[in-house]
């Protein structure tokens, strides 16, 4: 009886749901719960109906707030699986008409971008029943975006230029390249935020697109039905074999997504001592001026990393240029993630976030390495 819920479902949705309509700021909602599509149809049904009378609501609201006070509208709704990849046939054509029926009713009332956020790891894990599984999330209006987790065995050389490669030719674009946050626990898998940057200087590159058409590409998601023959076409156009859309990042607690940090020492067993800051090219709550640098302790050395994919079968030899990149600056977000504008001032109040940086860098919120 101790574990019984103290509140249903439904009610507890509503009161999650009340979070985001109060949250003068919030325009964005991700519903994951570990992964939304292990929901059954009448549960993702429910949440997305839910989502809907709560951006209904704040819109309403704002009717009668006077210009310069109006609160964030929803403007983004994203879900975040793996089951593209682990079990595509999730996907069955019951579930796409439930995403499009959504979509059709939320873009009435003004949302606008509708983003399904899988994490395929590598090319060899697009098969065709991912790929036909991808197609129908596309046909239903959804826009289909990667987040890559660094790991050592998708570190390799050339591991993720091809990931990138395979993504656009089945119509998804790459979003994030996460590296492992470097606790002790994740030691075999941590790949080091120096291979990262090395990965984005020496290899990213290939798909870089030039500012000139930033705003060609901001408009690719606009018609999710026609991605897979606009990413050919602007690849062609632009002689790039894919497209790196894709920020490298490490998401640290207190601080958020960033690649911004120097090397300020080394451990005697070869560990690198890394200082963070937050991304400047984000926007922030005001804590952030009060804050001090994160110092990341990592949790593997650059010999122990080369040794280890020397054992998966690399030539240690072509990663040896690793040893340089000791600071790093995060990039730019591309455009094509760009919040659309409001057509309205938008209130600068501020809610639901730590104002004393003491509370948020206690060592009960944030792990050590």
Request: hydrophobic letters at 35%.
């Amino acid at each position: 009886m101790k574990l019984m819920p103290k509140i249903s479902w439904p009610e507890k949705l509503e009161l999650l749901l009340k979070y985001w309509e109060e949250d003068p700021q919030l325009r964005d909602i991700l519903i994951t719960g570990g992964d939304a599509f292990m929901n059954s149809d009448h549960s993702l049904r429910q949440i997305l109906d839910g989502v809907l009378r709560m951006a209904e609501r704040k819109k309403e609201a704002n009717l009668k707030r006077p210009e310069g006070k109006k609160y964030a509208e929803i403007s983004r709704v994203r879900l975040g699986t793996r089951l593209p990849v682990y079990i595509p046939q999730r996907v069955t054509n019951e579930m796409a008409e439930i995403l499009k029926e959504f979509r059709n009713k939320a873009s009435k009332i003004g949302i606008r971008q509708f983003v399904i956020q899988t994490h395929i790891q590598s090319a060899m894990e697009i098969t065709p029943e991912t790929r036909e599984c991808v197609r129908k999330l596309i046909a239903a209006g959804w826009v289909v975006t990667n987040q890559l987790v660094y790991t050592t065995a998708s570190s390799r050389r050339g591991h993720t230029v091809k990931l990138r490669k395979v993504l656009n030719d089945i119509g998804v674009i790459p979003y994030y390249t996460f590296s492992v946050k470097g606790f002790m626990e994740n030691n075999h898998n941590f790949a080091t935020n120096e291979r990262l940057v090395q990965e984005r200087v020496e290899e990213k590159h290939l798909g870089r697109i030039d500012k000139s058409v930033f705003e060609e590409i901001k408009s690719l998601p606009m018609q999710p039905s026609r991605i897979v023959e606009a990413l050919q076409s602007f690849r062609n156009k632009n002689y790039v074999p894919f497209l790196s859309t894709d920020r490298s990042v490490l998401n640290m607690p207190g601080v958020g997504k960033s690649m911004t940090f120097r090397t300020i020492g080394i451990t005697n067993d070869g560990r690198r001592i890394l200082e963070f800051e937050h991304d400047h090219t984000r926007a922030h709550s005001p804590v952030i001026d009060s804050m001090v640098q994160i110092i990341i302790i990592e949790s593997k050395s650059i010999q122990d990393y080369l040794n280890q994919v020397e054992k998966i079968g690399e030539d240690p030899d072509e990663y040896r240029t690793i040893w340089g990149y000791s600071l790093s600056d995060t990039e730019n977000r591309m455009p094509i993630y760009q919040y659309p504008d409001y057509d309205f001032k938008l209130t600068s109040e501020l809610k639901n976030f730590m104002t004393d940086p003491d509370i948020m860098f206690s060592t009960d919120l944030v792990g050590t390495n």
